[in-house]
């Protein structure tokens, strides 16, 4: 089974990371992963309630990390964990975020 996440943000901007021979992130470690990463970046809550889906915290990091994490070698661990993370917290092997649309498909 094919197990990758994309992040895009256009169609020349788009990043794939393949999660094929790489030890998937237990569900809770991804979770904190996410959890932190929306802390650390300063991301706000999507909704006006303020709860945060996990859909919507993966969005939200994505943006706030901006591409740059994505497509610079010196983010290239970053990005390997942002990957592997969204995966895990979402139980999908495929992933795809489309970040100028605020669009998750899975």
Known sequence: MRS???VSWG??????????????????QARHWLDEQFT?????????TGKVLTADKI???AEAAGE?????AA???WAMAFARAASAALAKPVVSV?????????
């Open 11 to 28: 169609e020349p901007a788009t990043y794939r990371f393949d999660l094929e021979e790489v030890q998937p992130m237990p569900h809770d």
């Open 59 to 61: 969005l939200r990091v």
């Open 40 to 48: 650390v970046l300063g991301c706000d809550p999507i909704r006006p």
């Open 75 to 77: 983010h290239g661990d």
């Open 98 to 106: 489309d970040v100028p649309n605020h669009a998750l498909n899975y």
């Open 68 to 72: 740059a994490h994505f497509r610079d």
């Open 4 to 6: 990758h996440v994309s």
